[in-house]
């Protein structure tokens, strides 16, 4: 990126808009069972808002109330939430040289970094296209994310109990969502398979929350001992 | 005590954002480190979704939410929407429970 780039004919720039916004209402309208969700997991409306405002990582939101519903303690939420988190790391790092922002503008944007900004942007070819994907994107889920969180969760309390309504089967389809994707190689299932066994386990012997910061060992043990395979 | 969580988790999750767009790229990109950060989303969510299906409390107990997973796989085979997934699993295991 340090040759001087042509600016983005208007042209593309309303494409590639078009398509973050599209990418945004699709991801957006998914925060309706965010909202459902974690009000079904025992949070109230504002609780349940500020998750979606100030944490704005779908993943770890799932997780956090996810764990709570389970009766888990809330630092085991955030344990859990935190770790699903560190994906969005290593999103920056790779889009870090390409959208090469400074300053304010990088610690505003960091909050934008999520899956769906990422994919929107990391496959631009010039600086320019890839802050307009990465923006039009991040903004168009963070104000549809917020707004369907809040539809939610004001749905949800209306519900009265939420099992009758099944919503406390809709948190594991959630993470079964959110999962699928990333199960396209043998070992992925694999420590899938071990997690969950690990966890279900644990789970008549340990304290709500721990079975499932504990299968993130399998995650460890499994990166270490494939390490011979590149 | 939930209030405090919620910011904790806020706080760490905006830094882990803000460090990837921050530090170099080289303290992060060792292989081994690549690895662990693409199967730890994948154990994760695994356990996640063992604990919210099959606990309940300290027990393992099999109910209407295991019918809920099963018709969330079939619509992730059907390539159905994300919502649409969630929402066919609730919709399964509330119909369930009326039976």
Redesign the interface.
């Known amino acids: 990126m340090t040759e001087p780039e042509p600016a983005l004919s208007q042209h593309v720039r309303a494409s590639i808009t078009r398509d973050g916004i599209a990418v945004g209402v ?2 957006g ?2 925060g ?2 965010f909202g459902a ?1 974690s009000v079904a997991s025992g ?1 109230d409306v504002l ?1 349940t808002c ?2 979606s405002l ?4 779908g ?2 939101q ?3 109330v ?6 888990g303690a ?2 085991s ?2 344990l ?18 390409l ?1 090469s ?1 400074r300053g304010w503008r ?2 505003g ?3 934008l ?1 999520i899956d769906e900004s990422t994919a929107m942007s990391v496959s631009r070819d010039t600086t320019a296209a890839a802050r307009v994907g990465f923006l039009s994107t991040g903004l168009s889920v963070f104000a549809l994310w917020n707004l369907a969180t809040f539809l939610g969760a004001l749905a949800g309390e209306s519900l009265g109990d939420p ?18 994707p ?2 396209h190689t043998p ?2 299932r694999l ?10 386990g644990l ?3 340990t304290a ?1 929350g721990v ?2 910061l ?3 060992a ?3 043990v ?3 001992l ?2 011979g395979r ?1 | ?10 706080v ?3 830094l ?8 170099p ?1 080289k303290v ?2 060792r ?2 480190v ?22 309940e ?4 107990v099999l109910d ?2 295991l ?3 099963a ?3 079939a ?2 085979l059907l390539r159905a ?3 649409v ?11 369930v ?1 009326l039976l």
Not at chain 1, 66 to 71: K, N, R
Not at chain 1, 85 to 90: E, I, K, P, S, Y
Not at chain 1, 192 to 198: I, K, N, T
Not at chain 2, 1 to 10: D, E, K, P, R, Y
């Open positions: 699709a991801t309208a998914y309706v069972s969700v949070l609780q500020a998750l100030l944490v704005f990582t993943a770890s799932f997780a956090f996810g764990v709570l519903a389970a009766g809330p630092l939420g955030t859990t939430a935190l770790l699903l988190g560190t994906r969005n790391t290593l999103y920056g790092l790779r889009l870090a040289p959208l922002w990088r610690v944007a960091a909050q970094l099992r009758t309504y099944g919503l406390d089967a809709a948190v594991g389809a959630a993470f079964l969502a959110l999962l699928w990333r199960l070992i992925n420590v899938g398979v071990l997690a969950a066994a690990l966890a279900l789970v008549p012997v709500a079975p499932v504990a299968a993130a399998v995650a460890l499994a990166g270490v494939t390490g590149r | 005590m939930t209030w405090a969580a919620i910011l904790v988790t806020a760490g999750c905006y882990l954002k803000l460090t990837g767009l921050s530090v790229a992060l990109e292989p081994l690549q690895r662990i950060a693409d199967l730890l989303p994948v154990a994760l969510l695994s356990a996640l979704i063992g604990v919210q299906v099959l606990g409390g300290s027990r393992l209407a939410r019918v809920g997973l018709v969330a796989v619509a992730l929407p994300f919502i997934v969630v929402f066919s699993a609730a919709l399964a295991a509330s119909l429970r």
